[in-house]
DNA sequence: AATGAATGAGAGTTCATTCAT
DNA sequence: AATGAATGAACTCTCATTCAT
């Protein structure tokens, strides 16, 4: 790698680490380019060389942030739908529960954006709005496949799914936000437990 | 009452009326005072006659909102203390998301506001945040009683009321939506369920 | 006076008293019609049934409080006309003094309104304007008189006149901040003094 | 000098050369952003990248007015202080008039700012005050030194201090308002001589 | 490749004045 | 006589984006 390209590499992660820390901590709208760029050291110009505009680095920021996070859970969705009996079914969503928790382990820094723009107005709010719904159709299509399977009773499929992924976001959040009242190892199982066992 | 009166209360309603759609469909900062006032069809300065300032405005809609919820849900919790035995608690459980049910039914056309601007960085996300402590703080009050009354097996009460807020809000979010997926009554009974009985 | 009449006069000092008031706290350009209106418990619209403008209240104000001090002034003009010998001059300033102290104690509550508006950019500045070059056009007569029949020596009657009216300015802001280093009486006699006989 | 710097200059001082005469004719707080810069002919936003507010260009005018009179005053008081004799006192004083004579000459195209903000109520009347603040009190120390080496009779050295700051400044604005009954030159020496040796 | 000057619409808010009630 | 709702231009300041250098 020539100098050059080695510099722009360098330049870029600058920008995005910038951008990060700054739209973590005052929102997308609430961030300006000249804030990030005068943050990185450059000229405000200069930031429309590596990217065309504020959403496009928004929009790497979330591809990062909810890209494994689709791709594991495509992953357990499969092997869920291959699973056989109820005790292996429960087993692969406990598995499903760590392997999530693995990717937002990852994804930790970046996932306080999801928060903070989901339900935003602007063009932040716009593209979290898509991968959710990407998430949220897997969650569903995992729920009726076990369904279909009867390995859990007969229920909504879309509004378990739902809770369970509005239960998840929660959980999240305040785990993020580190809530000293939150062990993240027990509200794995917590949550694991109360959604398959309830709460009684 | 006077004719004048009854023009002020006219108008009131008008800016109420097209403030709301304009904070739900725009949020809360991409709505100028200008858009609400012109869909009013009033001048600029003359919102100012009715609301000392925007987030005036909004504040009043976080009242109805989230006033007669927290007052329900403190009523929830006062008779959930006073229940005997589990089967008892359960069926409060029930009237509880029945009465909260009917409190978002009349919060309805409102109700989005919460989600578009819970996480926003502005006076809004402030204005609803206070109000969400206060919703929180009783979901975490009611489950320890139930809890130190072995009403409920052993649980953490802070992550299990989290879930089922984050749950809540999830489903309440579908229901606005219109999402078509979703029948209201039966996903009441069908949340109710799960965090009781689990989804085995 | 009938009972109308007699609310009207009531009414009407009402407003002078707050309008004053604020005038002098707040600026004219910083004190709204809105502000003295619910200051003295009445109406916007109503004040306009007493004064046909902002403006005509502040001239209200100046014409009580630079008429007595132009009129003195006149009559000391006239007098110092007729004074014959250089000490019956020199007396004459120190009664001359004496009278403006007197006009000067009886406007003290407006005063500051001089100083405060006398440079400003709009109406309030232009009519402190024309009141000031009234009062220097005299000062200036009494000075050349003076020479003229050789009561003080040759000198330049308008460069001196506008020395006597600025100390006297400056004095006078001291004494209304209430200047703890002057001594009012004190300061009469030395202005007096410095003037006719120097520093020296 | 690059070409984008010699524009930025000339711009710069284009703005300046607007904004006082703005500030001049209309007054801090008649004189609007929008104003200055379509005098300029720049748009409204462009302002900023010049200076970060408007108080910001008012403060420099301010600077430059009274920075080298505060200098000037300054060493003429260190001056005076190593005075022997009351002849040579007087020198000095004359001296000094011609010193701020010349500060003022120099600072004549901004001088005017002084007088009509001096009693404004917003950001420029503070700005003005803390600068007049530094002048009377140099003022003040230069006659009490003067009265303590008997150069002058006893006298009220406050009382005289603002009489002769007060004077000056009247004077000072008749001259900048090309007032034609004012000749400048004769103007420095009969004050000097008013105050040292009375009108007698 | 990098700069940063320039734009201009748009934000929230205030206010003197008018006029229908 | 009194009201106060209504106006709309004015204010300062911000910002994403463009483009000549």
């Known amino acids: 790698m020539g ?10 992660q600058a920008i995005e680490s910038a951008g990060l820390a700054l739209f973590l901590s ?3 709208a609430g961030c300006s380019v000249e804030k990030i760029a005068s943050a990185v050291g450059i000229a405000r110009g200069t930031f429309y060389l590596y990217y065309p505009d504020k959403r496009a680095l928004f929009e790497l ?12 859970l495509e992953g357990s969705a499969a092997r869920l739908k291959a699973a056989g009996s109820s005790e292996e079914q429960r087993l692969m969503y406990l598995q499903m529960s760590f392997a999530l928790a693995g990717c937002l382990e990852q994804a930790r820094p970046v996932m306080l954006l999801h928060f903070r723009e989901k339900w ?14 990407r998430i949220e159709a897997i969650a569903v299509s995992i729920l009726e496949d076990a369904r279909e399977r009867k390995l859990v009773r007969e229920l909504d499929a879309v509004t ?3 809770a369970i ?3 998840a976001e929660r959980l999240i959040w305040a785990w993020l936000e580190g809530d000293e009242r939150l062990d993240p190892d027990k509200a794995t199982l917590e949550v694991a437990n109360v959604f398959f066992s309830g709460i009684a």
Chains 1, 2, 3, 4 share one sequence.
């Open 3 to 12: 100098v050059r390209e080695a510099r722009k590499l360098a330049r870029r």
């Open 160 to 162: 378990v799914s739902l």
């Open 120 to 133: 935003s107005a602007g063009p932040a709010g716009e593209v979290v709005g898509e991968w959710m719904s």
């Open 61 to 72: 920021f979330c591809e990062r942030m909810y890209g494994p996070l689709v791709a594991s």
């Open 165 to 167: 992924v509005g239960a």
């Open 26 to 28: 005052e929102g997308y």
